[in-house]
């Protein structure tokens, strides 16, 4: 069975700052993706960023990197120069064939 | 805006009744992925079709169905509705299946009463 966890419910950071949200996973797959999406209030699914496990390079897309632990199967993801636009639901999912996706963590973004 | 359009955007409908949600996917993606958002199941997987067969099935009560049609686009179709099925309901594409990046539409939300 494949499941993810999100053991931060919610974070808070400031305008600027940097914040790293975590995520953890378990596969049976030995071919599998990994993605962080987005959900502000208007409840809109964005694609923030996608890793290939079989890279070993960590994505990064802007202000938005993972660090990508595949022995650990930990999956986070840290946005620099965090901006109020990035205060949102941050859902952490892998991927076989469809997105398995975790609870989610509410990130809130302080002036 | 991710190119991938839901109707209706709110529906709101009685318990025993049938629904039909449509999707269209981005130009050129070959694959649609429907998702249910509920406050206590979270985002669940629900089922996948590509280029008009279904490819792969997950939480999907027998009281659901889905189609591709020839141009693409998807239909949700939920009959029997309980209390229990109101959410908020997604459509994704890809241009293929297997890991590839998944867009979004804006989802249709359904309250059942």
């Known amino acids: 069975a494949q499941t993810v966890t999100q053991s931060q419910p919610e974070m808070s950071v400031q305008e600027a700052e940097t914040v790293t949200l975590s995520c953890t996973y378990d596969?049976?797959?030995?071919?599998?993706?990994l993605f962080w999406y987005k959900q502000p209030p208007s409840r809109q699914m964005i694609l923030v960023i996608r890793q290939e496990a079989y890279k070993q390079q960590n994505a990064t897309e802007n202000r938005f990197s993972v660090n990508f632990q595949k022995a650990a199967k930990s999956f986070s993801l840290k946005i620099s120069d965090s901006q109020l636009g990035d205060a949102a639901m941050y859902f952490c999912?892998?991927?076989?064939?469809?997105?398995?996706f975790g609870k989610g963590t509410s990130l809130l973004v302080t002036p | 805006d991710s190119g991938v359009t839901q109707t209706p955007k709110h529906l709101i409908t009685a318990t025993g009744q049938r629904v039909t949600l449509r999707c269209s996917p981005r130009s050129g993606d070959l694959s649609v992925y429907w998702y249910q958002q509920s406050l206590d199941q979270g985002l669940q997987f629900l089922i996948q079709?590509?280029?008009?067969?279904?490819?792969a099935k997950g939480n999907i009560l027998e009281r659901f169905s889905a189609q591709q049609f020839p141009d693409l686009h998807s239909e949700l179709n939920l009959s029997s509705l309980e209390l229990g099925d109101s959410a908020l309901y997604f459509c994704?594409?890809?241009?293929?299946?297997?890991?590839?990046?998944?867009?979004f539409g804006p989802g249709t939300r359904l309250t059942v009463l």
């Open positions: 596969t049976s797959e030995s071919d599998y993706y």
């Open positions: 999912a892998n991927s076989g064939y469809a997105l398995n």
């Open positions: 079709y590509y280029n008009g067969e279904e490819r």
């Open positions: 994704a594409s890809s241009v293929g299946g297997g890991g590839r990046a998944q867009f």
